[in-house]
């Protein structure tokens, strides 16, 4: 028997007799309009028509991990029944949402056949997957151009939705303690992240994605030419100094770069600044006898005056260790003395005598051993705990030897001469009859692994990046002179700098403790600072 309701019309009322399809009809629409049931609450937010959030998420179909922003369980608080007479029905624990992905509202039939040319605007060479690459069809372009806002603005880690923890809530499972629930949080977001993870595992050759952020002392420029600029080890502390007799350091964040503290030293135009003991301490010196000792924690300058038992008359060149239990500085010395002065004591503890001229020198990773090179194109290997040469080896091509690096890993270390010439070594090669006699043998020629001349003036700064896959290389005597190696290929970037990086003449470069800032002083005063973004974290 169908049911009847009465509808006013115009002349009076009228008797209209609805079916009951209509009014199973209309209660399907007043159950999803107002809650009224289990039923329309298991429902809600499954459907592919009328869910508006849809539109947005559409948008978004190429994300892998899309998840939406909220679902609401709009089923009664006690789980009872709401009217509906489906009483075997099984109760709603979640409102799941549906997995297969929406079609966009509205498409665009022009987008398919258009033809848009990558490889003839600057701006959109950067969108080519290879060097062929020119024409593409609409679809194609606008997914290229996502995954470019991917790569440039990854989605930050609180904005992701704990899947497995959605999981566990759907099959009941929501009994399990906070610690295993942020365990298993962590293990979704590592699985999930993809290819923003991947970038750090290896580094394409040929091109490198970088962008230039605001210059790393924009509060405050130093005056003059910047002679040493470093990174602390274990933040975004950055440190500057130069021939204006100031100290600097700022919080590099990309975007403003406060600075943190400035520290002024009368009459002494400072060479050379860099962090010792672990970041706790900054040594910083200029062509005086003596040199100074920054501590960090107390914030107090303290001046030593000379090194005992040496007489040297300036300690302008030094390098110093990396590792906090053995706080050493080297000074490069005259007539190939390096002496070793002890942070604890501020004594000396050692002197080390090479032939001809020491010109630069630096320590390896593990602060065992130190590596020097100077006038006479040998690079000698230096065991810091007997206090003897354990190698020495010809760097080949070199006759004057003007900067040297090691690796973080201590496989490789790159020297550069007078010439331009970069040559990058393996350490591995050194016989292990070398570490244990008193005298080293002749100086014995190596082959180096790759040549670089890249560069035509005298390099002075060499630095190799946390994970050994990148080395920077610059000459302060040509302007614009900085090049980026591919380690693992041994090739140079072509795509960067280019003849518009305003680079100017670099005295000074280093990267940043995780590689994804480099930091470059120029004769301008300014620390140009370089975002590479195949570095997730900085």
Request: glycine share 8%; net charge neutral.
């Amino acid at each position: 028997m169908d049911d009847a309701m009465t509808v006013p019309g115009a002349s009076g009322t009228r008797k209209r007799t609805l079916s009951t399809a209509d009014m199973e009809q209309a209660a399907s629409l007043e159950q999803f309009l107002f809650g009224g049931g289990s039923a329309a609450a298991a429902a809600f937010g499954t459907e592919q028509d009328t869910y508006v959030a849809g539109d947005f998420e559409a948008g978004l179909a190429w994300e892998e991990d899309k998840q939406p922003f909220a679902w609401e369980d709009r089923a009664p608080a006690d789980g009872g029944s709401t009217g509906s007479d489906d009483s075997d029905q099984e109760p709603v624990q979640q409102a799941v949402p549906s997995t297969s992905r929406r079609k966009p509202v509205w498409d665009d039939p022009d987008d398919a056949a258009a033809e848009i040319n990558i490889a003839a605007q600057p701006r959109l060479r950067k969108l080519r997957k290879t060097e062929l690459d020119s024409i593409v069809s609409g679809k194609e372009f606008e997914a290229r151009l996502r995954q470019q806002h991917t790569k440039l603005n990854p989605r930050t880690s609180w904005a992701r939705v704990d899947k497995r923890k959605k999981a566990n809530k759907k099959s009941g499972f929501g009994d399990e303690s906070d610690e295993e629930s942020g365990d298993e949080a962590e293990v979704d977001i590592l699985s999930g992240a993809g290819a923003l993870l991947g970038r750090n595992k290896q580094l394409a050759a040929g091109l490198i994605e970088t962008t230039r952020l605001k210059d790393a002392n924009q509060q405050e420029p130093s005056k003059s030419v910047v002679q040493s600029v470093e990174f602390h080890p274990a933040g975004q502390l950055l440190l500057t100094a130069g021939f204006d007799k100031r100290l600097r350091l700022f919080q590099v964040d990309g975007i403003e770069n406060p600075k943190v503290q400035s520290v002024f030293f009368p009459d002494t135009p400072l060479h050379k600044a860099a962090f010792a003991n672990d970041g706790a301490q900054i040594v910083a010196s200029g062509r005086r006898k003596g040199f100074f000792i920054y501590d960090l924690a107390a914030a107090r300058v303290e001046q030593v005056q000379g090194i005992l038992g040496r007489q040297e008359k300036s300690c302008e060149s030094f390098v110093t260790c990396p590792s906090g239990s053995n706080p050493l500085v080297a000074f490069l010395g005259n007539e190939g003395c390096i002496p070793l002065v002890s942070l604890k004591s501020r004594q000396s503890v050692g002197t080390l005598k090479m032939n001809g001229t020491v010109r630069t020198a630096t320590f390896t990773a593990d602060g065992q051993e130190l590596l020097t090179a100077g006038g006479d194109g040998v690079v000698h290997t230096w065991d810091l705990r007997t206090r003897r040469c354990i190698h020495r080896q010809v760097d080949e091509g070199c006759l004057n030897s003007t900067a040297l690096t090691c690796s973080n890993s201590g496989h490789l270390f790159a020297t550069g001469s007078s010439s331009g010439v970069v040559n990058v070594y393996s350490r591995q090669h050194q016989p292990a009859a070398d570490r244990h006699v008193s005298r080293p043998q002749a100086a014995s020629p190596a082959s180096p692994l790759h040549t670089f001349m890249n560069l035509a003036t005298s390099i002075d700064s060499l630095a190799f990046s946390p994970d050994t896959q990148l080395l920077a290389m610059s000459s302060r005597m040509k302007k614009d002179s900085l090049r980026l190696v591919h380690v693992p290929s041994f090739t140079v970037f072509k795509n960067w700098p280019t003849s518009r990086t305003p680079l100017g003449y670099v005295h000074s470069l280093c990267f940043s403790p995780k590689g994804g800032f480099l930091a470059a002083g120029n004769a301008k005063g300014k620390v140009l600072l370089y975002r590479l973004h195949h570095y997730t974290e900085v």
